[in-house]
């Protein structure tokens, strides 16, 4: 059974970030994450706020920050972080850009390996703002994606730049009932408990440092 809504009618994304956001909406659909109403409801939400598809799936409370950064992350097939531990490992690796820049690019260095420096991003695709960093900091530079919510939040607790007011909003709280067809056992649900405590677990951030 299809899960898409109105294929026939949607026009083909035109840039990276479409395709990522048609990408997630249709991940979050097939898996049973969201009903095609309630991915309905967030298009709006996104296009009456102007803000991303992943933002409005977690201001709705239609998913977990968890859940959602693992979605976004296998989407785009890059390690996604918590906001938490970039602000950390900002904070530990100190000055490698300057803050205006950091500001101006949108991005957080925030470790650095083996000549190898990890930078948290909202849009991972850049591969040219990629190379850009590698000739300025004259390191290798891989990118990690941070939501644009998280990182809007991470850089203003580092760099004191404000953050758009709704990024500080709680997300909406609803009791959703998950569609039969993807209806989990007791079973199901005690693994993704112990799922999730992993994915937020140091030891789980620390393996990012090694891909």
Do not use: N
Not at 102 to 110: D, E, H, M, Q, T
Not at 132 to 161: C, I, M, W
């Amino acid at each position: 059974m299809s899960h898409a809504i109105d294929l026939d009618e949607r026009p083909p994304p035109k840039t990276p970030e479409e395709r990522f956001e048609r990408a997630l909406g249709d991940r979050v659909l097939e898996a049973g994450l969201v009903t095609a109403d309630e991915l309905k409801e967030a298009a709006r939400h996104r296009k009456a706020r102007g803000v991303r598809l992943s933002t409005a799936l977690h201001a709705l409370g239609l998913m977990d920050e968890v859940r959602l950064r693992k979605v976004c992350g296998e989407v785009l097939k890059t390690p996604a972080l918590p906001g938490r531990d970039v602000v950390a490992g900002a904070r530990e690796l100190g000055d490698v850009l300057p803050v205006e820049d950091a500001v101006s690019l949108r991005v957080i260095p925030f470790a650095k390996v083996q000549g190898t420096l990890l930078i948290a991003t909202a849009e991972p695709w850049r591969l040219a703002l990629l190379d850009d960093l590698a000739s300025r900091t004259r390191l290798e530079v891989k990118a990690r994606f941070l939501d644009e919510g998280p990182l809007a939040l991470a850089l203003e607790e580092l760099h004191e730049v404000p953050a758009d007011p709704q990024f500080h909003e709680e997300p909406a709280r609803r009791e959703r009932a998950a569609p039969a067809a993807v209806a989990r056992t007791t079973r199901e649900r005690a693994a993704q408990r112990e799922e999730t405590s992993e994915l937020m677990s140091e030891s789980t951030f620390d393996e990012l440092y090694r891909r």
